[in-house]
């Protein structure tokens, strides 16, 4: 799913208002007449064939559902079928959520109600294109790999220890090989499965890695993001995907806030205390553009205008405040992305005024 989005003022709501309250197998389905008085409740088998008999030839109607696993292909073949489809946003219909009589069939008529008195309470967010889901699908389908194989690494690491030895100093890509003559005899039988799996997943991971290439090719505006210095392949794609259309924002701030990378709010009266970043939205590409500003902020980050500014914030308060520069630099680079991708100017590291 991508950026919350604004419905239309100039197309007239449809008579008929849908909620769908969609389960991984069965669907409950609440319809509501221009009064908001119930016409129909059932139940539907979550899958395309049941969703095209129940919706397709049928007049135009607001069809309202939450953001989930099904929630992508629901949307688009909805659309398809001409009926105007909103996907609220979950993490902010604590109506739902947080109902003391929470049942599947008051959820799909509570989703009615409030896309039929009004759109924006449900915060819609807009669905990406299946090609776009499919190229996503491959780069999530690469970091699985890659966090496996840490997840194996260290399970190595751990257990070699806990008998008094130590695994050799080695990459990821060569873990396995200099890790096998240094087990235990007591582990030996235990762990080459391990490293074995260790090295098959490495391999895998060469393989996924040079199919993203050719989906970068594919997407001009990745060239352009890795002008920037900490921006590789991986995180201009993922960028570019995440986002898919780029004027969804109003502007490279809202990119931000969008990412989770912008502190919440919690004011009351005068109460306005500091809060932690919200982490909400894609959590790969934010984990990407903050290795992306750690780099930037290291010791071999190029001097860019990005650059001092985050160390200038690095050196003030505390601790804490390397990590709140490397967050804040994440973010300031999650706008400047959207800036070069949106007016495709080119990277210029030191504008004239910071040099």
Known sequence: MTQTTRTSTTTPAPAWTVGLDVGDRVTHVCVLDAAG???????????????????????????????????????????AAGHEVLVANARRVRLISENVA????????????????DPQLLA??????????VQLAQVRARDALVRTRTLLINHVRGAVKSLGGRCPRASAESFARHAAPALPA?????????????????????????????????????????????????????????????????SGRHVGAYLGLTPGRAQSGARDPQQRITKQGDRLLRRLLVGSAQYVLGPFGPDTALRRWGLTLAVRGGRSAKKRAVVAVARKLAALLHTLWTTGAPYVPLPATAA
């Open 102 to 117: 929470k049942r599947d069939a008051v959820d799909a008529e509570t989703l009615a109600r409030l896309g039929r008195l």
């Open 186 to 250: 007591a582990l030996d039988a235990v762990l080459t499965p391990v490293l074995t799996e260790i090295q098959a997943l490495t391999t895998a991971i060469r393989t996924a890695e040079a199919a993203l290439a050719p989906l970068a090719e594919a997407q001009p505006a990745t060239a352009r993001l890795r002008q920037v210095p900490g921006v590789g392949l991986l995180t201009a794609l993922t960028y570019v995907l995440v986002l898919e259309d780029p004027m969804r924002f109003r």
């Open 37 to 79: 008085a119930v016409v129909e409740q059932a139940r539907l088998a979550t899958t395309p064939t049941a969703m095209a008999q129940r919706f397709a030839g049928r007049p135009r109607q607001r069809v309202v559902l939450e953001t989930g696993t099904h929630a992508p292909w629901l949307a688009r073949q909805l659309r």
């Open 124 to 133: 819609p967010v807009a669905s990406r294109t299946e090609a776009t889901q």
